[in-house]
């Protein structure tokens, strides 16, 4: 089942959420699912598509173009220099940039997630992204306010790619902006304080 047929993964990218939101979405009738003989969920692409024309006004925010706004900000913070300014960044070889990339990829999955979900408990994810963080900053040997300073960057540039992805989409209503501010603010500041206590937590154990 290929081309006509999208796997988990592929269909969360679409959709622009995290795969177990496809999952439980699935589970509650949203998407016809066929199983492989191995027991993976496949999904028609053009039910997937129907389902997107069909919730203009849900006010979800499509991982692509929040992706593309997050890219072109970076780029734009390479091109002008203010990395190369960043201590924390001068640390860094190839290999710990191209991980912090990843990390900042992980973040945005994260985010859209959040954004994108009726749940109001995703405590376990944020925690797991601030472990994330704290862990690759001291393989780096980063400080804890260098951590912290490299952890700011990517959420900064994420919060100007949405709102950059909430003024080309012309959002209007007052409460949908309250919302995602809140949603982004809580995720993205207990992302911070996790990766805070991991530190305090390497510390104390090297005493």
Request: with cysteine; hydrophobic share 35%.
């Amino acid at each position: 089942m290929t081309g006509e047929w999208l796997s988990l993964s592929e269909a969360a990218q679409m959709l622009g959420v995290h795969p177990s939101t496809v999952r439980n979405w699935a589970d509650q009738g949203e998407f016809h699912v066929q199983r492989t003989q191995g027991g993976h969920r496949r999904f028609r692409r053009q039910d997937v598509e129907l389902w997107i024309r069909s919730r203009p006004d849900a006010g979800s925010i499509q991982l692509e173009l929040v992706s593309q706004s997050v890219l072109s900000k970076t780029r734009m913070h390479i091109s002008e220099g203010h990395l190369e300014n960043e201590e924390w960044y001068c640390k860094l070889d190839d290999e710990a940039r191209q991980q912090y990339r990843h990390s900042g990829r992980s973040l945005l999955q994260g985010l859209i997630t959040h954004l994108n979900s009726d749940e109001c408990d995703l405590e376990a994810e944020a925690r797991s992204l601030g472990y994330e963080y704290a862990s690759r900053g001291r393989r780096c040997g980063l400080s804890i306010v260098e951590a912290a300073h490299a952890y700011l960057f990517f959420r900064t540039v994420m919060l100007e790619a949405l709102l950059n992805v909430y003024q080309q989409a012309n959002v209007r209503s007052p409460q949908a902006w309250t919302n995602m501010f809140h949603k982004f603010t809580t995720f993205t500041d207990l992302i911070m304080i996790t990766l805070l206590e991991t530190y305090e937590a390497f510390q104390r154990g090297n005493r």
